[in-house]
């Protein structure tokens, strides 16, 4: 159970446009407060984009992403988890980038997820452009490589941009598999889609032995079987899941800086993130949403509904576990 100081603030008590928004109304608990020791899973905001190759926007993500969450109630409408009176969870607020360094922002990144690992904290990311997600699995797979279920509708599997560039949104899991810090055999990505340069990418991935599941695939088979198929893939190992909004079909997430039509509506696109139940999930995160692209704040209100799938999922995860990463099995 949790402890109450946790809770989010009701709709039925303060106007959901009223008060600071933090995410889904949780209590913002900075790494400096006595408290953060009682925290389980932690919301954390990421507002960097400077791996962006095309259109810039994510940097706004996290404000707009906490906004927006004002609208998520605390009690999930299709399967009736409550996942705040199950654990502690708290919004640890953003991440200071250096928007004018990559390198130094990386760093900062991973610094701060050290502190929240060390913290026994499951983390939640809104990002940021999907590069994001490379500093914080350094920090996650610090002792061995993990598992990942990747939404997306490309494989970011890209060698370098621009004459050598190592670090973008198109690179980070190409580095991440370079590095150690994923296991390609327990990696499936699925909504793969859109024109290409080339097959490097896909060539890249058979080699190493990632699973790409393509949007024609999934669009052939449905949800359920290729859902199922990624927890076969990942097993009960600790897993990251990493979910980029380009995922969704641009009808539905127009507020993205690389869209690619053909995708899943936003009911498969929460269905999805439901049917990660029973995945060991370790941290997850969400990117790429750009509000100067999402003027309604449509994608941002769908980004924050699926941050809300995974989080009660994460939670069925850390109650099954008991405890954190640290503990689990490799
Ligand atoms: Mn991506
Ligand atoms: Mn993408």
Redesign the pocket.
């Known amino acids: 159970m949790s402890d109450s100081f946790f809770h989010p603030v009701s709709g039925f008590d303060l106007p959901r446009f009223a008060g600071v928004p933090t995410f889904m109304r949780l209590p913002h608990v900075a790494l400096d407060n006595p408290r953060l020791a009682d925290v389980d899973i932690g919301l954390i905001g990421v507002p960097w984009d400077s791996g962006t190759t095309n259109r810039p926007g994510p940097r706004h993500g996290p404000r707009q992403l906490r906004d927006l969450s004002t609208m998520i109630r605390a009690q999930n409408g299709a399967t009736g988890l409550r996942p705040f009176e199950m654990l502690n969870c708290a919004d640890l607020g953003d991440v200071p980038p250096n928007p004018a360094d990559i390198m130094a922002s990386m760093e900062r990144i991973t610094a701060f997820y050290d502190q929240v690992l060390a913290a026994g904290i499951t983390p939640l990311t809104a990002g940021g452009d999907?590069l994001t997600s490379l500093p914080v699995l350094r920090a996650l797979a610090r002792t061995a490589p993990l598992g990942m279920i990747h939404f997306?509708?490309?494989t970011?599997l890209f060698k370098d941009y621009f004459g050598g560039t190592q670090y973008t949104h198109g690179t980070p899991f190409r580095r991440a598999v370079e590095e150690g810090l994923l296991d390609p055999s327990r990696v499936v990505q699925i909504g793969i889609r859109g024109t290409a340069y080339d097959n490097e990418d896909r060539d890249f991935a058979r080699a190493v032995g990632i699973r790409v599941i393509a949007i024609e695939e999934y669009h052939a088979r449905g949800p359920a079987d290729v859902m199922a198929e990624a927890r076969q893939i990942v097993g009960d190992t600790p897993t990251y899941v990493s979910y980029?909004i380009?995922f969704v079909d641009p009808a539905f997430a127009p507020g993205t800086g690389?869209p690619e039509v053909g995708g899943p509506n936003s009911f498969e696109a929460l269905l999805v993130a439901r049917l990660l139940e029973g995945v060991n999930i370790v941290g997850a995160d969400l990117v790429?949403v750009s509000p100067p692209f999402d003027a309604s704040g449509g994608t941002a209100f769908l980004g924050v509904s699926i941050m809300f799938e995974m989080l009660c999922n994460m939670a069925l995860a850390r109650q099954r576990r008991g405890a954190t990463i640290a503990d689990c099995p490799a």
Request: no cysteine; charged share 55%.
């Open positions: 999907h997306d509708s490309h970011d980029d380009d690389t790429e």
